[in-house]
Structure formats: structure tokens, C-alpha cells
């Protein structure tokens, strides 16, 4: 078994002010699937996307509809996405990775929550993408933002080949701030943290100075009740 997790993030250091940042609706407006889903039309598997795809959007639309979490329906969706790789070389699927980061989500880069980032950066402090998404597509992210480390999902690869599967669950809600906490001086909080929906109030509420970007329903909730800043460009 392969993981690239040593590559994006350093061992954690309590006396280093560290910001933490969502990805996708956060640092982007950038959709994977969606992006996924070109890149294999591009590749000579369209009738199969197109088929993957039909099969879930009713699902969506309707759960959509009732107002119903869409989180594990999301992960379920991504799982079953990342199962029509199994069999690529590694290098094939980084080579996916970084045709949807130059395609989707680094053309779609929130460029008011960027410069916060980069600032914070340039302030010696350290910032962290930490995300659900799987580690070979924050490799080719972290190309294109240099001084950011990552924590990611995990992919499973064999004699370099990946096998479609995930070490583990999606590094979401709960997760992201238990990792986090690493991070914190002893009993204290991270400096900052960016965050898009309510999954995210977990980081966000171990920060000092937390912010909400175009935040869904529950997370607004969540900011003004607690006097936390809503970031919208």
C-alpha cells in the first residue's frame, strides 16, 4: 500500500500559528465531479460517464428537493466515481488529478480568500487545505499555490497501480478538526479557519478568527449566531 500524505504536510508545530482552509466552495468554486465527469468524455468514455451519471442525478434532484443532507449521498457518489479509475498507474491518475485542477478548480479559485492565504503565508504563519478530496488531486493543487500543505483523503495504490478505493473514510466534518487540533497550541485553537457549509463548523469553531465563505444555510446560522465573518465577494 502507497500514500502520498508525507508529501503534503509537515509533522504538526504547536508554536507555528497554522490557518486552515476548506476546498471546494472555499478556496474554489470549482466542482470535481462535474470536472471529472469532462475529463472522461475527453477520454473516450463518455457513453459510460454519461451513464454513471444518469444513474445518480435523480437521486440528487430528489434529496435536493426534500432538503435532505446530501453529505453521505456526496460521498457515496465520489466513492463510486473514483472505482472507474481502478486499474489506472499512478501517474495516470495524478495526470487526471491535474487536468481537473487546471480545468475546474484552479480557473475557479476564490481570489479574496487566495490573497487572505497568501498573506497569511507571507505572515509566517502556515496554511492548510484540508479537505475530503483525495491527496493525488491536492498534489496537483498545491503546484499551483506554493508554501500551502494539505491533509487529504488517503487513495489505496498497489505495485503502483490504483486499486479504486479510498484507506479509509472521507476527511470531512469531525476529522478535519480532530486533525486540526494537532495543530493548536496545548488547550488553545488554530489561528483561523475558511469553511463553506455547516460540515465545516467544527474547524471553524477551534479557530480564533473564523470565517464563513458564501456559507450554505447552516453555517450563516451557525456565523451569526456566533459573531463569526461571512466572507462573500
Known amino acids: 500500500m502507497q500514500t502520498n500524505q508525507s508529501l503534503l504536510i509537515a509533522p504538526p508545530d504547536p508554536q507555528t500559528q497554522t490557518v486552515a482552509s476548506d476546498l471546494e466552495g472555499t478556496l474554489t468554486s470549482g466542482v470535481t465531479v462535474r ?38 449521498f456526496k460521498n457515496d457518489w465520489m466513492r463510486d466515481l473514483l472505482r472507474m479509475f481502478a486499474g489506472y498507474t499512478l501517474p495516470d491518475f495524478r495526470s487526471m488529478c491535474d487536468w481537473v485542477v487546471g480545468q475546474s478548480l484552479w480557473p475557479g479559485r476564490r481570489k479574496a480568500v487566495l490573497a487572505e492565504l497568501r498573506a497569511h503565508l507571507d505572515a509566517g504563519r502556515r496554511v492548510v487545505i484540508v479537505t ?26 498497489e505495485a503502483g497501480v490504483f486499486t479504486g ?69
Open 35 to 72: 470536472a471529472i465527469h469532462e475529463y472522461l468524455v475527453e477520454n473516450g468514455r463518455a457513453a459510460e460517464a454519461r451513464r454513471f451519471y444518469l444513474r445518480r442525478i435523480p437521486g440528487y434532484l430528489l434529496r435536493r428537493g426534500l432538503g435532505l443532507n446530501l453529505r453521505q
Open 132 to 157: 475530503g478530496m483525495f491527496e493525488p488531486l491536492l498534489e496537483a493543487l498545491l503546484a499551483r499555490f506554493p508554501g500551502a500543505e494539505a491533509i487529504g483523503t488517503p487513495i489505496r495504490v
Open 165 to 233: 478505493e479510498l484507506v479509509g473514510d472521507f476527511n470531512v466534518g469531525p476529522r478535519k478538526r480532530d486533525q486540526l487540533m494537532l495543530f493548536a497550541p496545548q488547550g488553545g485553537k488554530i489561528h483561523a479557519a475558511y469553511g463553506d457549509t455547516f460540515s465545516d463548523h467544527f474547524m471553524l469553531a477551534i479557530s480564533e478568527n473564523p470565517v464563513a465563505v458564501f456559507p450554505d444555510r447552516g453555517l450563516r446560522r451557525e456565523a451569526l449566531a456566533n459573531g463569526w465573518r461571512i466572507l462573500e465577494e
